[in-house]
């Protein structure tokens, strides 16, 4: 076989079989096929498409191209969820500990962030002392004891992904859609889920800036995973505004608590609990999406959700008492409120400048290896369609540093107050 006609062949247009697509994922990734051919094939691929068998087929060479994850230790469905990212988006803090209060094991794995959208890990760090550098054995231990445990992405996971990924990044081909849709199935079928729940954002502050691209990766994402035997659902969810109030690391943490308790933000809320309750549905914990939004709503109004995730800080090093008392989370030193200049009605609210200012404030990695500042962040006090009265509070300004004039320069372009009021749904599709 020769990349020659492989490529030839997808930019004519035709179908590529499983043992070609087996070819080139195992010959880019042993180095015998060069970077050029392989960024010819890409670009023809982002001009022609690919059908769900050869994106199917895709996922899985890249799957085995690295180590995947064995949770067969770990009795029942595991049920993993993936987010295609978003600022503030603190949904799976919350879920671990929701669903696994419902019986569900969650074994996580999660990243660390770079650029403007916070990782999992990051956030869980500014918990003192917990920490995700856990053996494997140790980790499947715990799931098994306290239904939660998370640990961070392992480098063996789905090495051709990485490859790829960084060969899309500098050649304009990250965005085609079976390409990103196989990246996203592969490491989660990596990292051993049996199951997989999708939140695909549409929006300004997302990937997919229209609802029609998200509904394509959503739909091409359930294929794959249906193909290849993992029960798959997506919901398309909005984002043309940040999830909650907070954006930074420990600001989401204290919102990620509150909304454990019953007392956080009703959009974060309403995510949380309709992602979770697929989980539990496809976990066989419930049959239906109404029974589990109430076993979730009963675990969240008793409390034990909250003590779930006590008991899972506790596990991880981590000091649980901040579950009651917030306070110990890092405090910023400054807080500084920016007032509105203006009445009307809030109409655009732009999650990546919201992003922007956390990040330019340190809560955001520049480069992989930069230290973040965990207390650092942006408190947003109205939503899209609140009114506005002039001097009314925006955005808290969380701090270290009493200069941050910089800061309000970019929350000066982060909204728009009009004089009509729009409506904003959170949860505009379900695909299975
Ligand atoms: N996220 C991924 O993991 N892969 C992509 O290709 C795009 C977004
Ligand atoms: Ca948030």
Redesign the pocket.
Known sequence: MHMYDVIEKKRDGFELTSSEIQFIIKNYTNGTIPDYQMSALLMAIYFKGMNPRESADLTMEMVRSGEIVDLSQIPGIKVDKHS??GVGDTTTLILGPLVASAGVYVAKMSGRGLGHTGGTIDKLESIKGFHVEIENDKFVELVKKNHLAIIGQSEKLAPA?KLL?SL?DVTAT?NSIP??????MS?KIASGADAIVLDVKTGAGA?MKNKRDAKILAETMVEIGTMVGKKTVAIISNMEQPLGYAVGNALEVKEAIETLKGKGPKDLTELSVELGSHMLVLANKADSIKEAKDILLKNIENGRAAEYFKTFIKAQGGDERVVDEPSLLPQATYKTIYYAKESGYLTRLIADQLGKAAMALGAGRQTKNSVIDLAVGILVHKKLGNTVSKGDPLFTIHSNNSDVSHIERILDTSFEIDNYEIKDSLILETIN
């Open positions: 295609t990212g992904d990924y899309r990250v390409l990103i849709a196989s990246s996203i490491k990937f």
